[in-house]
C-alpha cells in the first residue's frame, strides 16, 4: 500500500512576494470506484482541496499542492494563467458518435480524413447529411457513448434562474435540438410543397415559455440563413440575419448570445464570398489577433474563466496525474511541452516531484517548442527557474524555436540516456492540421525521441468537415454547450464573462464558419479520428490510471454547477462533457 505523507513548501519568491503554502488532501470512499488500493490519506476531509497521488513500488505518496488556495492564486495571478486556453475557451465540444448511427454523416464524408478536400464543397445546395446531423441531434444520439464515470452529486448552486420545462431544467442544447426539429419540419414540408407555415409546433414544443418560445425562433432562421449561404443565395440569408439581430444579443441568455456571435460569423463568410471584404488571409489575421489576445491577455477575464469553469483543471490535473506516475521511479525527468504558454502546469508537475520521500529528483528539465514568441516564453522559463529554487528541485529550463515546423529535428533536443522523457501535448496538435506536413514532421520527432508517454488533450468536436453547413451544425451545438456553461457558472452581469466570449469564443466561432482553405485554422476532430493518426506513427493508447479518473472527479467538486460536468471513457481515453454534450478528451499514449 502505499505511505501517507503530506508536505509543506517553504516560503519563495515567484514574481512578487513570498508566500507561504502546504498540502494535504483526504479521500473519501464512492460508490463506482474500488477504493481497495487507495489508502486514506489525512487532511480536508470534505475535498475542500485536491491533489495527487501515484502508486508505485517505493510506496512513496505524490502530493501537490492546495491548487484551489487564495494563496496560490495570488501567486499566479499576474502569470495570465493561459495554460489550457488555446483551444478550450475557443474551442468547445467535441462530439463523438458511433458511425452506424448516423449513417447520412458517415456517407458524406470520412472521418478519418484530418484535413477536409475544399473542392468536395458544394455550395449550390445544402448537403442531405446536414438535415440528417440535425436529425441526430433532435433524437438526442448526438450525445456522450460509452462507459460512464459516477461523480458525486454536489449540492451546488448556479448563478442564473434557470427556467423548467414540466419541471425539468431547459439547457441551451434543448433549445438548440427543439430548433433543429423544427428547422428539419420546415424543410420537409417545403420539400412536400406544402409551406410551412400551415403547420404548427408539435407535441415536443408546447409547455416552453415563451422567451423559449422566441428563442427556438431564432435559432431556426439562424439555421435558414447558414442553408441560404450554403445556397449562395445572399441576400435571403441577409434578411434572416437582420430578423437575428432582432432577439440576439452578446448581454442576453446563452442562445442569445450564441446566435450573436454565429450571426456575426455568417456575415463575415457572406462579406468574403460576395467580395465586401477583399483583405486575405483572413484565417491567419485571426489567429494572429488571438494569439496577441493571449500573450496579453486580460487577467481578470482569464482567472475568472478558469476559476468558474471547470474543464480546464480537469483536464490540466489528470493529465499531470498520468505523467507523475509515469516517472515516478525517474531521477531525472525531461519534460517536452508542445503548448507551455505561462507554464502553470509545470509547477503542479513540480510539486509532485518535490513531494517525493523516495527516489528524490535530481534534475527537472522543461522544454518547450514554438514557432514564435521567444521572448514571452524565456519569462516563462525564468518564472519556473524561480518556482523551481524555491522548492529547492534542480532545474533547467530551454526553448526549442523554429520558424517553421518543418525544420524541427530530433538532434535539436537536448537529451541525457539517463533521463526520463514525457511529452504534453494540451490543445497543441489541432492548430496543425490544416499543415498535415508539419503535424507529421512533428510525429516522426517524438517517435525518435520515443517518451515514456504523450499526454493529449483535445477539443471533442467534429469541426473539420468540408462540407460548410456540416460544420455549421456541430460548432452551433458544440459551442451552445460552452455558452450554456458559462450561463450556469457565471454572472450574465460579469464583465470578465463578455471579455471571455468576445475575445477568446469569438475568434473560433468566425474562422469555423466564415474560414476556408488553410485560412481555417481550428479544426477539431474526436479521438477516433486521432486514434487513427497516431496508428500511423506506431503509438498505442495508455489507460488513464484510477487516480487519474478520481482526481477529475475530485476538481469538479470545487466547482460551482460542477455536477453538470460528467465522465465517461472512450475505450481508453476520457470524454469531460457538460451536461451530455462531449467538451474535451483526454488520453495517453506510447510509441512501440
Not at 524541427?408 to 526520463?420: G, I, P
Not at 493508447?541 to 487519474?548: A, D, H, I, N
Request: proline letters at 4%; one cysteine or more.
Amino acid at each position: 500500500a502505499m505511505s501517507e505523507s503530506t508536505f509543506s513548501l517553504k516560503q519563495f519568491s515567484f514574481g512578487g512576494d513570498p508566500e507561504q503554502y502546504s498540502s494535504s488532501m483526504g479521500f473519501e470512499s464512492q460508490e463506482g470506484w474500488n477504493m481497495g488500493k487507495h489508502p486514506h490519506l489525512h487532511g480536508n476531509e470534505i475535498w475542500g482541496d485536491f491533489g495527487c497521488y501515484v502508486e508505485n513500488t517505493a510506496d512513496d505518496g505524490l502530493l501537490w499542492s492546495e491548487y484551489q488556495q487564495e494563496p496560490q492564486r495570488q501567486l499566479f495571478s499576474n502569470l495570465g494563467i493561459l495554460d489550457d486556453l488555446y483551444v478550450d475557451i475557443v474551442s468547445p465540444p467535441f462530439q463523438s458518435y458511433h458511425h452506424e448511427e448516423l449513417p447520412e454523416l458517415a456517407s458524406a464524408h470520412n472521418e478519418n480524413s484530418l484535413l477536409d478536400e475544399d473542392k468536395m464543397e458544394n455550395a449550390c445546395a445544402i448537403p442531405l447529411s446536414s438535415l440528417g446531423i440535425l436529425k441526430n441531434y433532435g433524437s438526442g444520439f448526438r450525445r456522450l457513448h460509452g462507459e460512464r464515470i459516477k461523480v458525486p452529486s454536489y449540492s451546488t448552486t448556479c448563478t442564473q434562474p434557470v427556467p423548467k420545462v414540466n419541471g425539468r431544467k431547459l439547457s441551451t442544447d434543448d433549445i438548440l435540438r427543439l430548433a433543429g426539429k423544427k428547422f428539419i419540419q420546415s424543410s420537409s414540408q417545403r420539400i412536400d410543397g406544402i409551406s410551412a407555415l400551415s403547420h404548427p409546433f408539435d407535441t415536443s414544443f408546447l409547455g416552453l415559455s415563451g422567451e423559449e418560445t422566441k428563442d427556438v425562433e431564432l435559432v431556426q432562421n439562424l439555421l435558414a440563413s447558414a442553408e441560404k449561404v450554403g445556397q449562395q443565395q445572399y441576400n435571403r440569408a441577409n434578411k434572416l440575419l437582420s430578423q437575428c439581430d432582432e432577439s440576439s444579443s452578446n448581454t442576453g441568455n446563452p442562445v442569445q448570445r450564441v446566435v450573436y456571435y454565429f450571426s456575426e460569423a455568417l456575415r463575415e463568410k457572406i462579406d468574403w464570398e460576395t467580395g465586401r471584404s477583399t483583405s486575405k488571409g483572413m484565417g491567419k489575421q485571426q489567429l494572429l489577433d488571438y494569439d496577441k489576445a493571449l500573450v496579453r491577455p486580460n487577467l481578470a477575464a482569464i482567472v475568472a474563466f478558469r476559476q468558474k469553469l471547470p474543464f480546464y483543471q480537469v483536464c490540466e490535473f489528470s493529465g499531470m496525474q498520468a505523467i507523475v506516475e509515469r516517472v515516478s521511479g525517474a531521477k531525472k525527468v525531461h519534460l517536452i511541452d508542445l503548448e507551455i504558454r505561462n507554464g502553470m502546469r509545470c509547477t503542479v508537475l513540480m510539486q509532485a516531484l518535490a513531494g517525493r520521500s523516495e527516489c528524490p529528483i535530481e534534475l527537472l528539465k522543461i522544454t518547450a517548442v514554438a514557432t514564435k514568441s521567444k521572448s514571452k516564453l524565456e519569462e516563462t522559463g525564468e518564472r519556473l527557474m524561480g518556482f523551481a529554487n524555491s522548492m529547492n528541485i534542480p532545474f533547467s529550463f530551454s526553448v526549442i524555436m523554429v520558424s517553421d515546423m518543418l525544420d524541427l529535428k530530433d538532434d535539436l533536443f537536448d537529451l541525457e540516456a539517463e533521463e526520463t522523457v514525457a511529452v504534453n501535448a494540451t490543445c497543441s496538435l489541432r492548430s496543425l492540421l490544416a499543415r498535415p506536413d508539419r503535424l507529421e514532421t512533428l510525429m516522426r520527432v517524438l517517435r525518435n525521441i520515443n517518451p515514456c508517454i504523450v499526454v493529449v488533450t483535445e477539443t471533442e468536436a467534429n469541426h473539420n468537415s468540408p462540407f460548410f453547413v456540416n460544420r455549421f451544425i456541430e460548432a452551433l451545438f458544440s459551442y451552445g454547450a460552452v455558452f450554456d456553461c458559462l450561463e450556469d457558472c457565471m454572472d450574465r452581469s460579469d464583465p470578465n464573462r463578455k471579455i471571455s466570449e468576445s475575445t477568446y469564443i469569438s475568434p473560433a466561432i468566425l474562422n469555423i464558419v466564415a474560414a476556408e482553405g488553410e485560412e481555417r485554422i481550428f479544426r477539431h476532430v474526436n479521438i477516433s479520428v486521432w486514434r487513427t493518426f497516431f496508428a500511423r506513427f506506431g503509438m498505442v493508447e495508455e489507460e488513464l490510471s484510477t487516480s487519474s479518473l478520481y482526481q477529475a472527479s475530485m476538481v469538479v467538486k470545487n466547482f460551482a454547477c460542477g455536477s453538470s460536468c460528467s465522465f465517461h471513457m472512450d475505450g481508453k481515453c476520457l470524454i469531460i462533457g457538460w451536461k451530455g454534450t462531449p467538451i474535451h478528451s483526454l488520453s495517453a499514449w506510447k510509441f512501440r
